[in-house]
């Protein structure tokens, strides 16, 4: 069964950090690309990040693009996801996702539980 377990949301101001990681078990995460997306209240899902199997490749939303940064460690089938200078607009649920680019926010089995993150102006 896959599982996918998401972590380290939490309540910041804007312009703060937050790291959020997510544990895949289930499936072969070394052949996998990865993916978060996240959901704001009232709105439809949003792709946030994309990385390749082996960390070379990283895509990103203009939305979060120089804000954020996807990473990956095979070795304990985690992925991450930096965040820096947030912003209310930011507020949400962060979904870790089976699968690589914008399509993955259309396929809501890929997800995990979510992680909830609020930044407060």
């Known amino acids: 069964e896959v599982q996918l377990v998401e972590s380290g949301g939490g309540m910041v101001h804007a312009g703060g950090s937050l790291r959020l990681s997510c544990v895949a078990s289930?499936?072969?995460?070394?052949?996998?690309?990865m993916s978060w997306v996240r959901q704001a209240p009232g709105k439809g899902p949003e792709w946030v990040a994309s990385?390749?199997?082996?960390?070379?490749?990283?895509y990103y939303a203009d939305s979060v693009k120089g804000r954020f940064t996807i990473s990956r460690n095979n070795a304990n089938n985690t992925i991450s996801l930096q965040m820096s200078s947030l912003s209310p607009e930011d507020t949400g649920l962060y979904y870790c996702?089976?699968?690589?680019?914008?399509?993955?926010?259309?396929?809501?089995?890929?997800w995990g539980r979510g992680t909830q993150v609020t930044v407060s102006s």
């Open positions: 990385i390749n199997t082996i960390n070379t490749a990283k």
């Open positions: 289930g499936f072969d995460f070394r052949t996998h690309d």
């Open positions: 996702a089976k699968g690589h680019g914008p399509s993955v926010a259309r396929n809501r089995a890929s």
